[in-house]
């Protein structure tokens, strides 16, 4: 992932060397992409110092599940966006009912 950014961060700069046009969005996207490569450089130095894995926050320890979806978690809370995003629930329909169908007459 880390050279995957890099090389991004790399061809983005020779792009944005040859085209001006998208000023405002090319400085957002290497905005991004520099955040990206500092937090992966983040956990890989904290893989180093046997630390990766645990709250900058708390110190409670961070689930593996979680990691394997977010690897560059930093807190136990980059996670509430996605818990709330799980329990959101879609509302329930009755599918029972005929009327609830379409069929080819309805045309």
């Not at 001006?20 to 400085?27: A, L, P, R, V």
């Not at 136990?76 to 509302?91: A, V």
């Given at each position: 992932?880390?050279?995957e950014?890099?090389?991004?961060l790399?061809?983005?700069s020779l ?7 998208h000023?405002?969005k090319s400085s957002?996207?290497?905005h ?12 890989l ?12 926050e ?5 689930p593996?599940e979680?990691?394997r979806i ?11 966006f996605?818990e709330?995003f799980?329990?959101?629930s879609?509302?329930q329909y ?6 609830t169908?379409?069929t080819?007459s309805?045309?």
């Amino acid at each position: 992932m880390k050279e995957e950014l890099r090389t991004r961060l790399f061809d983005h700069s020779l792009f944005e060397m040859t085209c001006d046009d998208h000023q405002g969005k090319s400085s957002t996207l290497m905005h991004h992409i520099k955040e990206e490569l500092q937090d992966v450089e983040r956990a890989l130095m904290k893989i180093d110092k046997g630390i990766y894995g645990f709250c900058e926050e708390t110190g409670q320890e961070i689930p593996f599940e979680k990691l394997r979806i977010l690897p560059t978690a930093r807190t136990i809370y980059d996670f509430y966006f996605q818990e709330l995003f799980e329990r959101k629930s879609l509302p329930q329909y009755d599918y029972t009912h005929e009327e609830t169908y379409i069929t080819g007459s309805d045309f």
